[in-house]
Each structure stands twice: as structure tokens, then as C-alpha cells.
């Protein structure tokens, strides 16, 4: 009698699972991908004003190049511990709020403190200020990021799904980017407007140009009155996009082979050997690398090559835009030929575009805007195709182990992310001093004894365009034959459902 009331049990629990991974196969709403998607619109709002807006702040400020660099790269430091701690426990969640919803609740106060004492520091701000909030906003940044990333790669297990997810999300995180270069313009315009006497059309139309210019360079266009814009609306958007996200967005129990657990220090060999996973490491590595980079001298460049620093924000919001509206276009592309495929695509059309900058001339910021455009266009894909791929190889793993540990692989995810971006907002600090750049002097004095040299100008041009698209192309070798193609994932899922053996597909 006994035997029989087990096999019930067993079949009961089979079943059970088999209705939990149907509900997960289901195709999700279009309002529960935007609940989703949202949130990332706010949170991204947070590392990326960090290469743009906050290191040439406080550059400003007196802090020095060479002393930012190691503060940032130190502080990342800790992720190599932090990272997989929150990935595992992550995974280890349990609850009627399930495994990623506790940390993002819990992570998101901590974010929304640090970020805005971070962004509207105190007057003469020390450099021991700076590093006690920059290291707790990457780890709240964390705390936050990482379990979103595996709660998204659990969604669905549909592979073009996957990339409308993912591609849905990078939108939201341009999209976060255009709202926070909006807030200088509009706040600019409306400056422009209310000291207008004369509100005659022809007057307005034809004065805008050089007094708009003149109101961004006299207030809207300062950094630290567009971080301090920035943290005030970050303080309102977040709680509403977490009330979204965990009211509005189911997380789904997750199918497991029934097996031994392994060891922490086991699953991290299984992520060594999922050869999948290790490649797109390497392409993400180098890729946010050499955008790091970018981004760390891009207002620099602005300012000090193409002589047009007060309009930074106008700069910021074409790039991200042509990023947000050339997404769907890569999505669509990736659809036909494949993710890795349009991956490739992507850096070489970045790296066409890229190639232009350094013979851009002197105060052609229209001529250097719609480069921009071209160039801008891929950077979503360069970000959103990759961490698709990376959901799919994530079942690789599940097939091995009997685990669903997209919280350890996230994990490692975020950890190369952060990494790579500190990293490369360091070295690419490091190197435009090194070449005698210096962000205190005066633009309009280049190439005299009071300004910077054209030898220091012209290294910091390599360094914003050729350089980092260089270190992109690192990834081709390593993308070319991407073995995890669409088929192989459905297969691997398949034996996943059926709860059969490890899967040995796609491991090259």
C-alpha cells in the first residue's frame, strides 16, 4: 500500500512540474514583458551616468584621473566575492515571493540611497566620500541586477521569446538613458522660453540656436545639475517600476532532474565546461570593455575635441535613441540568420562607423551626430543579442546537473559586466592622462602652453573611437562558429522536459 501511495506521489510530482514548466512555455502578454522590461529603465540609469556623467564630475571636482581609476577598479574587486554569493543564494531562495523578488525588494532602497548621495554629493566632496558610495552602489546595483538577469532568462524558454525579451529589456534601458539626457534639454528649453520678451515665431526661431546654446552652457548643460535632475527622478521611477515588476510578472517554479546537488565549487567547474557560456563570456568581456572606454572620455571629447561640451546631453540622447530604434531591426535580423550571426553583424558595423570619428574636424558637431546615428544604431544589439545567447546556454547547464542555476550563471554574467566596464572606465582614464591629457584646462586654449597639447588631444580621439572598436573585434574568433544554434537549443530543452540525461550538445 505503501508503494503505491509513493508512486502517486511521484507521479503527482511530475505532473505537478510538468504544469509549472507548461505555464513557463506559455507565450507571456505583452503587458507582462513591458512589467518586466520596465524596470530595467531605472536601474540602468545608474551605471551608465557613472562612465558619462559621474567620473568627468568629480574629474572636475579635483579628484584625480589616476585616483578614480583605482578607486573604481578596487571597488570591483569585491564583485569577484559578492557576485557568486548573491547568484547562489539567489538560486537557493525560497518563499511564496519565490527566488529573485526578495533580493530586488530588498536591493532597491539600498540602490536609490547610494545613487543619490553618489550623484548630489556635498560641496568639495573627498576622495574616501566618493569610494565608501561608489562601492555601496555597485553593491545595491548588484543586489538588484543580477537576480533580475536570471528571473528574465527564466520567463520563457521559447529561443526567439528569449530574444524579444531581452531585446525588450535593452529598449527600456536606452530608453532610461534618453529620459536622463531629456531632463537638460527640456530644462534648457523651458529656460530659453521664460526669458523670452519677444514671443514672436520668426524672433524665437531664429535666436534659438545661439541663446539655447548659451542657456546650456550658463546652467542646463553642467553636470551636476543634470545628476541632481537624474537622482530625483531615479527616487520616483524605481519604486514604481519594482511595483510593476513584482505584482504584475509571474516567476515560474523551475523544472530539476531529480539528482545530488552538487558543490559550489563544482557547479562553477560545470560553468567552465559549458563551452557555450565561455565564449560569450569572452565576446561580453572585450565588448563592454571597449564600451567602457567610450563612454569614460566620451564627454571629454566633446568638450575638449569637438568643442561643444554644453551640448553633451544632445550628444547622449541621438546616440541612445538610434540604439533604441535600430533594436528591433537587429531582433528581426537575429530572427533570420540566427543571434550570433547578427552579433557579427553588429561589430562590424560598429566598428565601420567607429573608424569615421578621428577625421571628424574641429566644431562639426552635426557632422559628428550623424556619424553617431550609424554608429550608435548597433549598440543595443551588442548588448541584447548576448545575453539571450547567454539564457540559452544556461540550459546546457540544466540538462548536466538537474539545476536551474541561471543565478550562479548571472551571476558571473554581472560580475563580467561590472568588471569589464570598471575596467575599461579605468584604463581608459588612466591612459588619456598618461598621454598628458588634463580635463581642468580650458577647451578653447588646445594646443597652446595653457591648454592641452594636439599630441594629448589626438590620443584621446583613438582612445574614444579606433581603440575601443578594436577591442570589440577581439570577440569574432571566439563568435564565428557559435555552436548553440537555435536547433541544438531545442533540443536540449526537449530532453530537459523529458527529464532525460545530460546533454553533451553545443559544448564547443
Not at 548659451?214 to 537624474?230: K, T, Y
Amino acid at each position: 500500500m505503501s508503494d503505491v501511495t509513493a508512486d502517486q506521489a511521484t507521479e503527482s510530482e511530475r505532473l505537478s512540474g510538468s504544469k509549472s514548466v507548461a505555464a513557463s512555455e506559455k507565450k507571456l502578454s505583452g503587458f507582462t514583458i513591458f512589467s518586466y522590461s520596465a524596470l530595467y529603465m531605472p536601474v540602468s540609469m545608474v551605471l551608465l551616468p557613472v562612465g558619462v556623467y559621474v567620473l568627468p564630475f568629480y574629474a572636475e571636482l579635483g579628484i584625480s584621473m589616476y585616483l578614480m581609476s583605482v578607486i573604481i577598479f578596487a571597488a570591483r574587486l569585491s564583485d569577484a566575492i559578492t557576485d557568486p554569493i548573491i547568484g547562489v543564494l539567489s538560486d537557493r531562495t525560497t518563499g511564496r515571493w519565490g527566488r529573485r523578488k526578495p533580493w530586488i525588494l530588498g536591493g532597491a532602497p539600498l540602490l536609490m540611497l547610494s545613487l543619490y548621495m553618489l550623484f548630489v554629493p556635498p560641496e568639495n566632496p573627498s576622495a574616501l566620500y566618493f569610494t565608501v558610495w561608489i562601492v555601496l552602489m555597485y553593491l545595491a546595483f548588484t543586489i538588484v541586477d543580477l537576480p533580475y538577469f536570471a528571473w528574465g532568462a527564466e520567463l520563457s524558454t521559447n529561443y526567439d521569446e528569449r530574444t524579444h525579451i531581452t531585446a525588450r529589456r535593452e529598449q527600456f534601458h536606452f530608453a532610461g538613458t534618453i529620459t536622463f539626457n531629456l531632463l537638460p534639454l527640456v530644462a534648457g528649453l523651458l529656460i530659453y522660453l521664460g526669458a523670452q520678451s519677444d514671443f514672436s515665431l520668426s524672433s524665437m526661431v531664429g535666436n534659438f540656436t545661439s541663446e539655447f546654446q548659451q542657456v546650456m552652457a550658463a546652467r542646463a548643460g553642467h553636470i551636476d545639475v543634470i545628476l541632481e535632475w537624474l537622482a530625483q527622478f531615479v527616487m520616483i521611477a524605481i519604486p514604481v517600476a519594482v511595483f510593476l515588476a513584482l505584482f504584475f510578472v509571474p516567476e515560474f517554479p523551475q523544472k530539476t532532474i531529480e539528482r545530488t546537488r552538487p558543490s559550489f565549487l563544482k557547479s562553477l567547474n560545470v560553468v567552465r565546461r559549458n563551452g557555450p557560456f565561455v565564449r560569450l563570456i569572452i565576446c561580453y568581456t572585450v565588448s563592454t570593455l571597449g564600451a567602457a572606454v567610450t563612454a569614460a572620455l566620451s564627454y571629454f571629447f566633446v568638450k575638449h575635441v569637438i568643442q561643444a561640451g554644453e551640448l553633451y546631453p544632445i550628444y547622449l540622447l541621438v546616440y541612445y535613441a538610434s540604439s533604441v530604434i535600430g533594436l528591433p531591426i537587429w531582433t528581426k535580423l537575429s530572427n533570420r540568420i540566427g543571434k550570433h550571426r547578427s552579433y557579427i553583424a553588429a561589430l562590424i558595423w560598429y566598428g565601420i562607423w567607429a573608424s569615421f570619428i578621428p577625421f571628424i574636424p574641429e566644431g562639426m558637431f552635426g557632422l559628428f551626430l550623424i556619424v553617431m546615428c550609424f554608429k550608435g544604431s548597433s549598440v543595443g544589439a551588442l548588448l541584447a543579442l548576448p545575453a539571450a545567447m547567454a539564457a540559452d546556454a544556461v540550459d546546457i547547464d540544466s540538462a548536466r546537473t538537474g539545476e536551474n542555476r541561471a543565478g550562479l550563471y548571472f551571476s558571473i554574467w554581472g560580475l563580467t559586466k561590472k568588471g569589464s566596464y570598471a575596467l575599461g572606465g579605468a584604463i581608459g582614464l588612466a591612459a588619456a592622462a598618461a598621454f598628458g591629457f588634463d580635463p581642468t584646462l580650458d577647451p578653447t586654449l588646445a594646443d597652446t602652453p595653457d591648454g592641452n597639447s594636439s599630441s594629448s588631444l589626438l590620443w584621446l580621439t583613438l582612445l574614444y573611437s579606433i581603440i575601443p572598436a578594436a577591442i570589440k573585434f577581439v570577440a569574432f574568433p571566439f563568435v564565428w562558429h557559435y555552436p548553440l544554434t537555435e536547433e541544438r537549443q531545442k533540443r536540449i530543452r526537449d530532453r530537459i522536459e523529458r527529464r532525460g540525461t545530460p546533454s553533451t550538445a553545443g559544448t564547443g
